[in-house]
């Protein structure tokens, strides 16, 4: 089997780079078949992921959740496995990941419109925050992009109606506050937005928000950072697998740190499954340095 590294050395402020020697000692030591291909940009990690995708590998994303969507879009629905290597400012997919205790998880892959992801969708407000989050990144702030983008976001952001489909099931919010779509359990640096998701089911977590103050929601935000959202909030909760939003106007979303606009979003939670490589003699001795 090989073993190929895809390296986003932009991740984590360029912090990602150190690790380079690291994992060809690595590798060395265990007499393995491996590659290591540093990349600086999105398309770079893409094509070196398709030369592999069909063949006996796991590859790995090593960075944040960008560079594991990436690698998710190029080798889905070929041979390759995936592995995680997490060194970006926020990890939450890993975040979810870890939380299981076998080597392999055989991960619900999820399509939004053209694109898949694996761990959550969201439109609205907080879709808003992200989007100023990543640009925010570009000074190395970690997680304090987020909170920073919060504020920032507050003073700009408006509601507006959304219409929404679920399973043939309709909802309509007049202003909508925020959706989110949520294989993983965890978005924004760590904010549990879904305690009870589960990355194995063909089904998404689906949370609604009407009308909400910018003001309200920096205490909702706050709320699901702890988890406690659910019991607070007048949320809409729904488990569903096929999804149709729809809005006037064009809307920011944010799929796996990835920022879409548009204005309707076609998802289906669970269009293929991949298989996830969480434990093996490699990544045990990577953890341990």
Request: charged share 20%; with cysteine.
């Amino acid at each position: 089997m090989k073993h190929i590294f895809i390296v986003n050395t932009n991740a984590n402020g360029g912090m990602v780079a150190s690790k380079l020697l690291e994992i060809n000692n690595i590798c060395k030591f265990l007499k393995i078949p491996y590659e290591i291909y540093p990349t600086s940009n999105k398309d770079d990690a893409i094509n070196i992921a398709q030369m592999y995708k069909n063949d006996d590998a796991v590859i790995y994303a090593v960075g944040g959740d960008g560079t594991i969507n990436a690698i998710l879009n190029a080798i889905v629905f070929g041979n390759a496995a995936l592995g995680i290597i997490p060194l970006g400012s926020g990890n939450d997919f890993y975040r979810t990941l870890a939380t299981y205790k076998k080597p392999h998880v055989t991960c619900n892959v999820m399509k939004v419109n053209d694109q898949y992801c694996l761990n959550i969708f969201s439109a609205g407000i907080d879709a808003e925050v992200c989007a100023t989050a990543n640009k925010l990144n570009k000074y190395n702030l970690g997680s304090s992009a987020y909170s920073l983008g919060m504020v920032y976001t507050f003073f700009k952001h408006r509601n507006m109606p959304a219409y929404i489909t679920i399973d043939n099931n309709y909802y309509y919010s007049d202003k909508m506050t925020m959706i989110t779509v949520c294989n993983g359990k965890y978005y924004g640096g760590g904010r549990k937005i879904a305690p009870n998701a589960s990355l194995e089911s063909s089904n998404a977590l689906i949370y609604i928000l009407n009308d909400m103050s910018n003001i309200g929601m920096l205490g909702f935000l706050k709320a699901i950072k702890t988890g406690e959202h659910e019991e607070k909030y007048d949320l809409t909760k729904v488990i569903g697998k096929n999804i149709d939003i729809e809005t006037d106007s064009y809307i920011t979303a944010n799929v796996d740190g990835e920022i879409l606009i548009d204005k309707r979003f076609i998802i289906d939670t669970s269009a293929t499954k991949i298989d996830i490589v969480k434990d093996n003699q490699v990544l045990s001795l990577i953890r341990k340095k």
